[in-house]
């Protein structure tokens, strides 16, 4: 079995959305999300997936991508935490 995780980025258009919420200081915080429709493969099978986009990054060009997962963990005081923003490489064609 194939342990990969593909994703596929299709068509490319990045869609952005504002957002704004009190924090627990009661302080107004304000953003915007940027995400990429894509379809995550694995296991045999096909997901919708949506992949978010940090401040200032590059969108993904359409295609194949495979999700390098240990480039996106990180370990704290022996908790880990997978970062929401993936990290994705282009599959050599």
Excluded: W
């Excluded at 953003?31 to 993904?60: D, H, M």
């Amino acid at each position: 079995m194939n342990s990969e995780i593909v994703v596929v980025i299709e068509p490319g258009e990045v869609k952005e959305r504002d957002y704004s919420f009190k924090n627990d200081a009661g302080e107004v915080v304000e953003g915007k999300t940027r995400k990429q429709e894509a379809r995550l493969e694995a296991g045999g099978y096909a997901y919708p997936y949506e992949v978010r986009l940090e401040n200032g990054q590059a969108a993904f060009k359409p295609g194949r991508y495979v999700m390098n997962v240990a480039k996106m963990l990180t370990v704290n005081k022996g908790v880990h935490v997978f970062s929401k923003y993936p990290v994705l490489e282009a599959v050599a064609k």
